[in-house]
């Protein structure tokens, strides 16, 4: 890399760097030592620049590189990022460097001028590198366009958008390079544009309110709690929403809508939480303590929306503040959560003008309750004005709705088919008649209710009857499930589309898109009514029980592809649809029909166990399995046995999943065919293996599964068998096995390489190929196993398979110990018991006892540093060190 004052000019791509926090970095680990691993970064960066590269200037942390060829600067960046994440520093520091590059005119200054560089493009270049974050490039469309026909292998650019940056007039198309090894996702980017806010589009404008946002403004401002109380349909959930997008530009790691509406259990705040802030859950990690260690140290600002039915939660917000002092909150609520620290906000109703003594027209529309519902009623009926005929309906209709936007917009709904003055009537009549049945309920809710009542008694029977029974859906649902939970079109008496395009335009329910798909929900306030309208009729019951089939018909649909090439899309669907599957879980333990519960949990257990829901999922087992199950078909009730034991084993709880795995292998013996019986024989036979308290009735049950499954023709069944075999005999430590036992275990394993490349099952494959390294390890053969745990390593990160990773960490650290690398072995068994721990793979030491590999406590005091220094790697590093650095053989 070329240096000094004969810098290149004409067309240069400009690349700029620094490590991101070293601040921080440095205040940490002292002058001497950040000098130390300061050196290390700068010597890794310049070796990888020095093809093309030429060097402009080094300030601290920072680079300042050019190129020539833009792709090669591409390449050279990927290659200092995977070089940087698989690099070990010294003291056990974590470096994440990020860089920019922006292509365009180099022009040289002048040795009088007293820099190397003149122009726009360098300030553009520098600014890009700022936008970024550690372990990330961007790059310029310009960049980009010249780069892209030759970014060489495991390179792609992934379309960023347009982005203003500090002191450029105009937007930035960038660009991020997404390099294979490396980390591909990151937060938003740090641009003027940048409000990293997480916060859900609103169908429709939002009107007044001004002097509301700013109280709320200002009360965040010196308060980190607030919470906006009122009655349902007051407006709360709208304006802590526009407090937010105000607020947004204070906080740095960015603001976030959690919704708390579809859940009833405290206990699933913290669960929840963690799916609005894309905190990842697996194994049995604790929910709780992983939001809790994601927000500490950061500015970030949560909305917590409908509180009021999970108040029990209330201290987990207290300890959210308290593991982050940037961190501010927003609640709504029907009532204060009533912790330290909280500033209540009643939200008031709208301004509202005076029936008995109204302005002028023009004055009158300033009211913020006029003008939305004029805005409103304008939606459905364009050509809608106030005017001296209908001005005074107008003022008491939203006088007599207590300026509530819910209320107002539903009644403004109505403008479609009635005048205002037509309206009044009809809405006097409804008020009256709710507030003389409701006298324990607030004021404003009664009115509430009678504007949702009055907008009942205007529906068709066909609308009545859906919107009753749409009221079954928890967070709304899909088309295809609101078709089979509410009837066919003879049992309406309209078709489903079009009576619920009706309900949408009534404004009593809303349409939002999900994957490209439309769902349709109900404000709470309006499901609430609808389900005191559901519990009046005679169908409540079929309601719930049909859609309790609905979602067990779609949980069992998606736990066929929960393993293969579109897992995540269904994976994501279970997700969405989650609030749903509690419910119908719930009431089918509720109901006491044990048979669709026990199909419940069978079909979902994959999901809970890849989505990190152990801990839930166990709940659900434990308590669908303590129904009766006298009724339930004996085959059903062995695959809800099934769905307990390997809940359990995933959480490494082997005795509980031994118990279950024994009762549903007598279930499958006395009942079942070859196929379900050789099933259940694998399943037991690791609950004799795994822990080696019975390894030959292990390999016996195994012999006897594959035996069968070659029997009915199940060729992935055998693959499985095999798999399992080449598991058991191959345990012991290296150089003490029988030879015949693992060359038997080397071609079981090779059979179930065969079947498995064959099929789609993913999990199995990369379950083989850890298996096949291992047993390479113990043959001699290092080059095999190294490239064995590559391949399942891509898997498992491809799948985010934390648990699978884990394992493959151990894996390589036998293999750097076959190969002499005790240093490098020690630094593995740091990162996999790290990672173990996070994720609740608790099954990992009990392989461990079978292979006798490594543990932490084997590690001898000499190496103890490198183990520290493992125990602290990011999980993308981690795993490339695991695979991709020094150390596996590759001849």
């Given at each position: 890399?070329?240096?000094?004052?004969?810098?290149?000019?004409?067309?240069?791509?400009?690349?700029?760097?620094?490590?991101?926090?070293?601040?921080?970095?440095?205040?940490?680990?002292?002058?001497?030592?950040?000098?130390?691993?300061?050196?290390?970064?700068?010597?890794?960066?310049?070796?990888?620049?020095?093809?093309?590269?030429?060097?402009?200037?080094?300030?601290?942390?920072?680079?300042f590189v050019v190129f020539p060829v833009a792709a090669k600067g591409v390449r050279a960046t990927a290659a200092a990022q995977r070089a940087l994440g698989t690099a070990t520093f010294p003291h056990g520091a974590t470096v994440r460097v990020r860089m920019g590059m922006h292509t365009g005119e180099g022009r040289p200054a002048s040795a009088d001028a007293g820099a190397d560089y003149v122009g726009i493009d360098v300030n553009r270049a520098a600014r890009v590198a700022a936008a970024g974050h550690g372990g990330q490039v961007?790059?310029?469309?310009?960049?980009?366009?010249?780069?892209?026909?030759?970014?060489?292998?495991?390179?792609?650019?992934?379309?960023?958008?347009?982005?203003?940056?500090?002191?450029?007039a105009n937007p930035e198309h960038l660009y991020q390079l997404v390099i294979s090894g490396c980390a591909a996702?990151?937060?938003?980017?740090?641009?003027?544009?940048?409000?990293?806010?997480?916060?859900?589009?609103?169908?429709?404008?939002?009107?007044?309110?001004?002097?509301?946002?700013?109280?709320g403004q200002r009360l965040l401002e010196r308060a980190r709690l607030v919470t906006l109380t009122g009655p349902g349909g007051t407006g709360k959930t709208r304006l802590s929403l526009r407090i937010a997008e105000e607020s947004a530009g204070a906080f740095d790691d960015g603001t976030y809508f959690v919704p708390l509406a579809p859940i009833s259990d405290a206990e699933l705040v913290p669960s929840t939480i963690a799916h609005a802030l894309g905190?990842?859950?697996?194994?049995?990690?604790?929910?709780?303590?992983?939001?809790?260690?994601?927000?500490?140290?950061?500015?970030?600002?949560?909305?917590?929306d409908n509180f009021e039915q999970i108040l029990a939660a209330a201290p987990v917000v207290g300890q959210l503040l308290g593991a982050s002092s940037?961190?501010?909150?927003?609640?709504?609520?029907?009532?204060?959560?009533?912790?330290?620290g909280e500033q209540e906000y009643p939200v008031p109703p709208l301004d509202l003008p005076d029936p008995a003594h109204l302005p002028r027209l023009d004055v009158l529309a300033q009211s913020d309750a006029v003008r939305l519902f004029i805005e409103r009623a304008m939606a459905v009926r364009p050509d809608f004005r106030v005017t001296p005929e209908n001005a005074s309906a107008v003022a008491e209709i939203v006088s007599r709705l207590d300026g509530l936007p819910l209320a107002i917009e539903l009644a403004a709904a109505r403008v479609k088919v009635l005048t205002p003055q037509a309206m009044l009537p009809k809405l006097r009549e409804g008020l009256d008649m709710l507030a003389s049945t409701g006298r324990d309920l607030p004021e404003r809710q009664?009115?509430?209710?009678?504007?949702?009542?009055?907008?009942?008694?205007?529906?068709?029977?066909?609308?009545?009857?859906?919107?009753?029974?749409?009221?079954?859906?928890?967070?709304?649902?899909?088309?295809?499930?609101?078709?089979?939970?509410?009837?066919?079109?003879?049992?309406?008496g309209g078709d489903v589309l079009d009576v619920l395009s009706g309900l949408v335009e009534h404004s009593l329910v809303r349409q939002l898109?999900?994957?490209?798909?439309?769902?349709?929900?109900?404000?709470?306030?309006?499901?609430?009514?609808?389900?005191?309208?559901?519990?009046?009729?005679?169908?409540?019951?079929?309601?719930?029980?049909?859609?309790?089939?609905?979602?067990?018909?779609?949980?069992?649909?998606?736990?066929?592809?929960?393993?293969?090439?579109?897992?995540?899309?269904?994976?994501?669907?279970?997700?969405?649809?989650?609030?749903?599957?509690?419910?119908?879980?719930?009431?089918?333990?509720a109901d006491g029909r044990g048979e669709e519960a026990c199909r419940l949990v069978y079909a979902l257990w994959r999901f809970w166990q890849i989505r990190g829901h152990l801990v839930e999922g166990t709940h659900w087992c434990e308590r669908v399995l303590a129904l009766p199950t006298e009724s339930v078909p004996p085959l059903v009730l062995m695959r809800a046995l099934e769905a307990a034991a390997g809940v359990a084993y995933w959480r490494g709880d082997i005795p509980t999943a031994t118990a279950a795995y024994s009762r549903a292998g007598d279930i499958a013996h006395a009942h079942g065919d070859d196929a379900t019986q050789a099933n259940a024989d694998y399943n037991l036979s690791f609950a004799y293996g795994i822990p080696g308290s019975d390894l030959p009735r292990a390999l016996d049950l195994l012999r006897s599964a594959r035996e069968k499954w070659t029997r009915v023709g199940d060729r992935a069944g055998v693959g499985r068998a095999a798999w399992a075999l080449a598991t058991f005999l191959h345990f012991g430590r290296r150089g003490t096995i029988d030879p015949a036992n693992l060359e038997e275990a080397h071609a079981y394993v090779q059979e179930a390489l065969a079947v498995h490349r064959e099929g789609t099952n993913r999990f199995d494959l990369a379950w083989s190929l850890h298996l096949s390294g291992m047993i390479d390890i113990k043959r001699g053969e290092f080059a095999d196993?190294?490239?064995?745990?590559?391949?399942?390593?891509?898997?498992?990160?491809?799948?985010?398979?934390?648990?699978?990773?884990?394992?493959?960490?151990?894996?390589?650290?036998?293999?750097?110990?076959?190969?002499?690398?005790?240093?490098?072995?020690?630094?593995?068994?740091?990162?996999?018991?790290?990672?173990?721990?996070?994720?609740?793979?608790?099954?990992?030491?009990?392989?461990?006892?079978?292979?006798?590999?490594?543990?932490?406590?084997?590690?001898?005091?000499?190496?103890?540093?490198?183990?520290?220094?493992?125990?602290?790697?990011?999980?993308?590093?981690?795993?490339?060190?695991?695979?991709?650095?020094?150390?596996?053989?590759?001849?």
């Open positions: 890399m070329s240096a000094g004052r004969g810098l290149p000019a004409g067309t240069l791509t400009f690349l700029f760097t620094d490590i991101e926090g070293s601040t921080k970095l440095q205040a940490e680990l002292g002058t001497d030592r950040y000098q130390d691993v300061l050196e290390t970064h700068t010597r890794i960066l310049r070796d990888a620049f020095k093809d093309g590269g030429f060097e402009v200037r080094v300030e601290g942390d920072a680079l961007l790059v310029t469309e310009a960049t980009a366009t010249l780069a892209r026909a030759d970014l060489g292998d495991g390179i792609s650019l992934r379309d960023l958008g347009e982005f203003r940056l500090k002191d450029l996702d990151f937060p938003p980017l740090r641009t003027l544009d940048r409000t990293a806010t997480f916060l859900p589009p609103q169908p429709s404008s939002f009107i007044g309110r001004a002097r509301e946002i700013a109280e905190v990842q859950l697996s194994g049995a990690e604790v929910p709780l303590t992983r939001v809790l260690d994601h927000v500490r140290g950061k500015q970030m600002l949560l909305v917590l940037g961190l501010k909150v927003i609640a709504s609520s029907r009532a204060p959560l009533r912790i330290a009664r009115t509430l209710r009678g504007a949702i009542s009055w907008s009942w008694d205007l529906l068709n029977p066909a609308e009545c009857k859906l919107f009753s029974r749409l009221a079954v859906f928890v967070s709304g649902g899909m088309l295809a499930q609101i078709e089979e939970v509410c009837g066919s079109a003879k049992d309406l898109e999900i994957a490209d798909q439309p769902r349709f929900r109900m404000l709470v306030t309006i499901r609430e009514y609808a389900l005191e309208r559901l519990d009046e009729s005679d169908e409540r019951n079929l309601i719930r029980v049909r859609h309790a089939r609905a979602y067990l018909a779609l949980a069992e649909q998606a736990r066929t592809y929960l393993q293969g090439v579109d897992q995540k899309r269904w994976v994501d669907l279970l997700e969405d649809e989650h609030d749903n599957l509690r419910a119908a879980l719930e009431s089918s333990i196993a190294g490239s064995a745990f590559r391949e399942a390593a891509q898997i498992f990160t491809d799948d985010n398979d934390l648990s699978g990773l884990a394992i493959i960490a151990s894996d390589c650290a036998e293999l750097a110990a076959a190969q002499g690398q005790l240093e490098r072995q020690a630094t593995l068994v740091g990162f996999s018991d790290a990672l173990a721990q996070r994720v609740g793979a608790g099954i990992i030491n009990e392989m461990a006892r079978q292979d006798q590999r490594a543990l932490v406590k084997d590690i001898a005091p000499e190496f103890k540093l490198a183990l520290e220094r493992g125990r602290v790697m990011e999980v993308a590093a981690g795993i490339a060190y695991a695979v991709e650095g020094r150390g596996i053989s590759r001849d």
